[in-house]
Each structure stands twice: as structure tokens, then as C-alpha cells.
């Protein structure tokens, strides 16, 4: 199972139709999945080749469902980064 915050896991049950951003960290290349959740019906954002990572955007209850997949590493909110 995948690594899911608290405090994430929370917000995606308690308000499943709600549209999120995360970001899922998968095991291979995040090419590979790319049709496979746009069926699921979330939209893929960006997808990042360092970090085997896809930003999606999607229904709350779509993306706590990708934590039960075996190729999904991690699930985390896709939060601004600023420097310093």
C-alpha cells in the first residue's frame, strides 16, 4: 500500500467528489500510467522523469483509490514550492 499523510487520507475521505491536486509517486516510468489513470478520470497535470513522479488533478475518491495500487510508491498534495 502506499504512503498516504494522515492528514491527507482525511481530507480525501471526509470530501470525496472534491477536486484535488497530488502528486503520485510511482515505481517505474510515470509514462507507463498515464492512460491507465486518465481512465480512472484524473487528469494528469505534469509528469516528472527524476522523481518517477505524475501531478494529477481529480475527484478526491479517485486518487485515495491509487493508494492500493502495487506500482503506486506515495500520494501527496501537490502544494506551491517557493525558495528562499
Known amino acids: 500500500m502506499a504512503t498516504v499523510t494522515p492528514e491527507l487520507k482525511t481530507k480525501l475521505e471526509r470530501n470525496a467528489n472534491a477536486l484535488v491536486d497530488v502528486i503520485v509517486r510511482v515505481k517505474d516510468d510515470p509514462q507507463t500510467y ?11 497535470r505534469h509528469t516528472y522523469s527524476l522523481i518517477s513522479a505524475l501531478a494529477l488533478r481529480g475527484k478526491a475518491s479517485a486518487a485515495l483509490a491509487l493508494a492500493q495500487e502495487s506500482w503506486v510508491v506515495s500520494i501527496e498534495a501537490d502544494k506551491s514550492v517557493h525558495t528562499m
Open 34 to 44: 498515464v492512460q491507465k489513470l486518465e481512465s480512472r478520470g484524473l487528469t494528469v
